[in-house]
């Protein structure tokens, strides 16, 4: 079956370290996303791709970034982690802008 | 800026009744409206997809319900069971956002046995 996947699960990483959080999906989707949740906040949009070597900053994009080299994977890489990028981070896909979005399990990030 | 709102934040209900989840958005402009079902440290699930042309869907004891003019959705749910309980996720794909979702911050729902 056609899925979504990201990896890690968990992580716990340091202030000003690099950091990248993996998302594959086997659906051949066009569309991929990357949310962070966070309480309070619900579910914000950091950055989007169309394609590949197409990607979009989001409404909190700062301190992140992307690249989209095959269909399958977008990759999200925190630059130097900060503390407040502690969070749920949510890799999602759909087949078009106005198809449904299917998300993955999350990867619970934590910067000490 | 487009603003997706559900009430309540949390409600809890016996084994058996039947519920209304409301979600409201402060511009019509929309493409389509998703609702999701998210369980405690997982991902979310898609429920429904409600196109902007279309008035509601169903799936099994779920039926969601838009009104683009007034800006609101409602999730219907039939004949609760444990089972149901869930934060559950509003979320609109706006015109003026290049198409994104923009979320509403969920209802925490309790069906208690």
């Not at chain 2, 042309?53 to 749910?77: F, H, V, W």
Request: proline share 4%.
């Amino acid at each position: 079956d056609a899925e979504i996947t990201q990896s890690p699960r968990h992580k716990i990483t340091e202030t000003g370290r690099q950091v990248t959080l993996a998302c594959h999906q086997t659906w051949n989707h066009n569309n991929m996303f990357w949310y962070r949740q966070d309480l309070g906040h619900g579910l914000r949009l950091i950055h989007y791709s169309y394609g590949v070597q197409d990607t979009n900053k989001g409404e909190v994009s700062d301190g992140y970034s992307v690249s989209r080299s095959n269909t399958e994977d977008l990759p999200l890489t925190l630059e130097s982690a900060a503390s407040s990028q502690t969070s749920v981070y949510f890799c999602a896909s759909s087949e078009s802008r106005f198809h449904e979005q299917y998300f993955g399990p999350g990867t619970r990030l934590t910067v000490t | 800026k487009q603003e997706v709102t559900q009430i309540p934040a949390a409600l809890s209900v016996p084994e058996g009744e039947n519920l209304v989840l409301n979600c409201s958005f402060t511009d019509s402009a929309i493409y389509n409206l998703q609702w999701f079902r998210q369980d405690p440290g997982k991902g979310l699930t898609s429920l429904l997809l409600i196109q902007s042309s279309q008035r509601e869907q169903t799936s099994g004891r779920l039926n969601a319900s838009l009104d683009k003019s007034s800006g609101r959705s409602t999730l219907y749910i039939a004949a609760s069971q444990p089972g149901d309980s869930a934060t559950y996720l509003c979320a609109v794909k706006d015109g003026g956002s290049q198409g994104n979702l923009i979320f509403g911050k969920g209802t925490k729902l309790s069906v208690k046995p």
